[in-house]
């Protein structure tokens, strides 16, 4: 009876075996793919012939990272489609890219050479111990020739002399090949980074009268693809409109490569929560902390090294957490990302390493990420393209860069505005392996007409900084991230572009000026004690000098505050400006003015601030 049931038990698994592969595998082509700030949609095409009846079609070789409930398929044609469905496949692993294959072939070659080197030092270790074995001492032997005992001696000294100096050589070629063969190493880790021995197939189960040939559309969401904005800023002086080049650096590690499609990028996240948040009641009551402490982190540098070994890890995004401002690790792991206010948290991420998360409460965070399988990952930078295609002009110089078979270059780009977000559609195709590695493309360059004007605030630094004031930037589509500035064709640093503003003008900083001298020193700091009824005095008086040294004159702003009281036993009284206008509210004191070449011009600052004698009130 039992040796029945286990005849029927395999039976009816060979059964659902042969069922299951009883389906028509199909070879689908990525054609289109539509990039979000994370995640992306995918679309494939397939031309598919269907039977008579109830088939099932089974589409091979898509990535392990899609969401199965972002899955859709379309077909036209006079048949029904029953149902659809996605499974992993670990039995059909992915091909091996060649490039692998390449470089073990190469890495076994270092081997064999660093195996003969090794065997060369045994060769000449083995006559260096002969030689020493072989050592005739003076006094053992006293019929020994003086003569002959000298030129044993010499021969030994010389060959001795001869063997380590063949063994040093050695020893740097095999360190030479063992450097060689770390490199090789790490290129095929991270060429195998995030590659993945499953596949996943969809399976469409389809009903028809008749046989039909149709073409299907599939589209899925794959989470492991993202983009986040850069730019370049250029002013050639202070009377030129100011060059933005609005860039997009596009990654994805899906498991499936993107040849030759149509790429469009997306200012969507679909990982953000749809929902309209709700507010919740406010409650006050005694004893709560208020605290209006303005953040003045504006940058946050640091280095990125792996948890296991200590070393630089080269390519990981940093982010801040809610928008779209990012940057990566250069080679020696350091970075350096400018932040807004408000406190946000940076978030550390890279294929192969555990993501990270840190609140910024310092202007330096250095971090250990925590590995996983994986390795190092590169940043590969695509230029764009000079010259003219179809009709169409670039006006900046750019080249074609091409890494792996995949191309790099500077596309056009058409701007679509949606309902909820903006879409900027590459007309040419393009290629994004699945590596990890984020390409730049180029969505825009614009001419923006500026308003130039200097600031300082001397109170915080006396650096000034030149800003350029945009006008009816809104157009452009622009996404907060950082911006490499230019000025007068030399790299002055970087500075962030933050559009989270609901002003018609957005104010960009172009970096400090060095040929303008600021200087602020206390003129008279006096704390009177004598009885003024109960009361006591300070006074404050702060001079501020401006010096222009540059060979053009200047429209500089100058900020500077006066304290504001928020107790009525505490009264400021502001006894000299300088003609400067004061925000009775804030306490803020502005200077607009024009300053020639050479030329220097002096502010004061003064006031007095009373308040009871028994109280204290620090006063800066």
């Given at each position: 009876?039992?040796?029945?049931?286990?005849?029927?038990?395999?039976?009816?698994?060979?059964?659902?075996?042969?069922?299951?592969?009883?389906?028509?595998?199909?070879?689908?082509?990525?054609?289109?793919?539509?990039?979000?700030?994370n995640?992306?949609?995918?679309?494939?095409?397939?031309?598919?012939?269907?039977?008579?009846?109830?088939?099932?079609?089974?589409?091979?070789?898509?990535?392990?990272?899609?969401?199965?409930?972002?899955?859709?398929?379309?077909a036209?044609?006079?048949?029904?489609?029953?149902?659809?469905?996605?499974?992993l496949?670990?039995?059909?692993?992915?091909?091996?890219?060649?490039?692998?294959?390449?470089?073990?072939?190469?890495?076994?070659?270092?081997?064999?050479?660093?195996?003969?080197?090794?065997?060369?030092?045994?060769?000449?270790?083995?006559?260096?111990?002969?030689?020493?074995?072989?050592?005739?001492?003076?006094?053992?032997?006293?019929?020994?020739d003086?003569?002959?005992?000298?030129?044993?001696l010499?021969?030994?000294?010389e060959?001795?002399?001869?063997?380590?100096?063949?063994q040093?050589v050695?020893?740097?070629?095999?360190?030479?090949?063992?450097?060689?063969?770390?490199?090789?190493?790490?290129?095929?880790?991270?060429?195998?980074?995030?590659?993945?021995?499953?596949?996943?197939?969809?399976?469409v189960?389809?009903?028809?009268?008749?046989?039909?040939?149709?073409?299907?559309?599939?589209?899925?969401?794959?989470?492991?693809?993202?983009?986040?904005?850069?730019?370049?800023?250029?002013?050639?002086?202070?009377?030129?409109?100011?060059?933005?080049?609005?860039?997009?650096?596009?990654?994805?590690?899906?498991?499936?490569?993107?040849?030759?499609?149509?790429?469009?990028?997306?200012?969507?996240?679909?990982?953000?929560?749809?929902?309209?948040?709700?507010?919740?009641?406010?409650y006050?009551?005694?004893?709560?902390?208020y605290?209006?402490?303005?953040?003045?982190?504006t940058?946050?540098?640091?280095?990125?090294?792996?948890?296991?070994?200590?070393?630089?890890?080269?390519?990981?995004?940093?982010?801040?957490?809610?928008t779209?401002?990012?940057?990566?690790?250069?080679?020696?792991?350091?970075?350096?990302?400018e932040?807004?206010?408000?406190?946000?948290?940076?978030?550390?991420?890279?294929?192969?390493?555990?993501?990270?998360?840190?609140?910024?409460?310092?202007?330096?965070?250095?971090?250990?990420?925590?590995?996983?399988?994986?390795?190092?990952?590169?940043?590969?930078?695509?230029?764009?393209?000079?010259?003219?295609?179809?009709?169409?002009?670039?006006?900046?110089?750019?080249?074609?860069?091409?890494?792996?078979?995949?191309?790099?270059?500077?596309?056009?780009v058409?701007?679509?505005?949606?309902?909820?977000n903006?879409?900027?559609?590459?007309?040419?195709?393009?290629?994004?392996?699945?590596?990890?590695?984020?390409?730049?493309?180029?969505?825009?360059?614009?001419?923006?007409?500026?308003?130039?004007?200097?600031?300082?605030?001397?109170?915080?630094?006396?650096?000034?900084?030149?800003?350029?004031?945009?006008?009816?930037?809104?157009?452009?589509?622009?996404?907060?991230?950082e911006?490499?500035?230019?000025?007068?064709?030399?790299?002055?640093?970087?500075?962030?572009?933050?559009?989270?503003?609901?002003?018609?003008?957005?104010?960009?900083?172009?970096?400090?000026?060095?040929?303008?001298?600021?200087?602020?020193?206390?003129?008279?700091?006096?704390?009177?004690?004598?009885?003024?009824?109960?009361?006591?005095?300070?006074?404050?008086?702060?001079?501020?000098?401006?010096?222009?040294?540059?060979?053009?004159?200047?429209?500089?702003?100058?900020?500077?505050?006066?304290?504001?009281?928020?107790?009525?036993?505490?009264?400021?009284?502001?006894?000299?400006?300088?003609?400067?206008?004061?925000?009775?509210?804030?306490?803020?004191?502005?200077?607009e003015?024009?300053?020639?070449?050479?030329?220097?011009?002096?502010?004061?600052?003064?006031?007095?601030?009373?308040?009871?004698?028994?109280?204290?009130?620090?006063?800066?």
């Open positions: 009876m039992i040796k029945k049931l286990a005849i029927v038990i395999c039976v009816i698994f060979s059964a659902l075996v042969l069922k299951a592969e009883d389906g028509k595998k199909i070879d689908s082509k990525v054609q289109k793919v539509l990039v979000f700030l995640g992306a949609q995918v679309t494939r095409t397939a031309s598919v012939t269907i039977g008579r009846g109830t088939s099932t079609l089974i589409f091979t070789n898509i990535s392990p990272d899609i969401d199965p409930q972002s899955i859709q398929v379309r036209n044609g006079a048949f029904t489609i029953l149902s659809v469905k996605n499974e496949d670990f039995i059909n692993e992915q091909t091996k890219q060649k490039q692998v294959e390449e470089l073990l072939q190469h890495q076994e070659a270092i081997n064999n050479k660093i195996a003969t080197q090794n065997s060369l030092i045994s060769v000449y270790t083995e006559e260096q111990n002969m030689l020493i074995k072989n050592q005739v001492v003076s006094g053992q032997n006293t019929n020994l003086v003569l002959k005992l000298k030129q044993a010499d021969f030994q000294t060959r001795l002399i001869a063997l380590k100096q063949k040093q050695i020893r740097n070629q095999i360190s030479a090949l063992e450097d060689e063969l770390g490199k090789y190493n790490r290129q095929i880790a991270d060429v195998r980074k995030g590659s993945s021995t499953a596949t996943n197939n969809i399976i189960t389809v009903s028809a009268k008749a046989e039909l040939q149709t073409e299907f559309t599939i589209n899925y969401v794959v989470k492991n693809a993202n983009w986040f904005p850069t730019y370049d800023i250029r002013a050639k002086n202070i009377n030129s409109p100011i060059s933005i080049a609005y860039k997009a650096n596009v990654s994805q590690n899906s498991g499936e490569d993107w040849k030759n499609i149509k790429l469009t990028l997306s200012t969507g996240n679909p990982t953000v929560s749809g929902s309209k948040p709700e507010l919740n009641p406010y006050l009551n005694f004893g709560m902390l605290s209006n402490q303005a953040d003045k982190i940058r946050v540098t640091g280095r990125v090294i792996g948890e296991d070994d200590n070393s630089p890890i080269q390519g990981v995004t940093i982010k801040v957490k809610g779209s401002i990012a940057t990566q690790t250069r080679s020696n792991g350091e970075y350096s990302i932040v807004p206010a408000g406190n946000p948290t940076l978030v550390y991420s890279l294929i192969g390493y555990v993501t990270a998360e840190r609140a910024i409460s310092s202007s330096v965070i250095n971090v250990a990420l925590k590995p996983t399988n994986n390795q190092l990952a590169e940043v590969v930078v695509a230029k764009g393209l000079s010259g003219k295609i179809s009709g169409l002009s670039i006006s900046s110089p750019y080249t074609v860069t091409e890494l792996n078979g995949y191309q790099n270059i500077s596309l056009f058409n701007q679509v505005e949606n309902q909820t903006v879409e900027f559609d590459i007309e040419n195709p393009y290629s994004i392996p699945s590596d990890g590695k984020p390409y730049t493309v180029e969505i825009n360059q614009v001419d923006v007409d500026a308003l130039y004007q200097y600031a300082v605030a001397p109170k915080l630094s006396t650096d000034v900084f030149l800003t350029a004031k945009l006008i009816d930037w809104n157009k452009y589509n622009f996404l907060s991230g911006a490499s500035l230019f000025f007068e064709g030399t790299f002055i640093g970087k500075s962030l572009l933050n559009v989270n503003a609901t002003a018609d003008t957005l104010n960009i900083s172009l970096g400090a000026d060095k040929n303008i001298i600021v200087t602020r020193t206390s003129l008279k700091e006096l704390k009177t004690k004598h009885s003024i009824g109960s009361n006591k005095k300070e006074i404050r008086d702060w001079q501020i000098e401006i010096k222009n040294r540059k060979n053009q004159q200047i429209n500089l702003l100058v900020e500077d505050q006066v304290p504001v009281s928020q107790n009525t036993s505490i009264e400021v009284e502001n006894q000299e400006l300088s003609g400067g206008k004061l925000d009775a509210n804030t306490g803020k004191v502005t200077w003015f024009v300053l020639k070449p050479q030329e220097s011009k002096k502010l004061e600052l003064k006031y007095q601030v009373k308040y009871p004698k028994g109280e204290s009130v620090i006063v800066q």
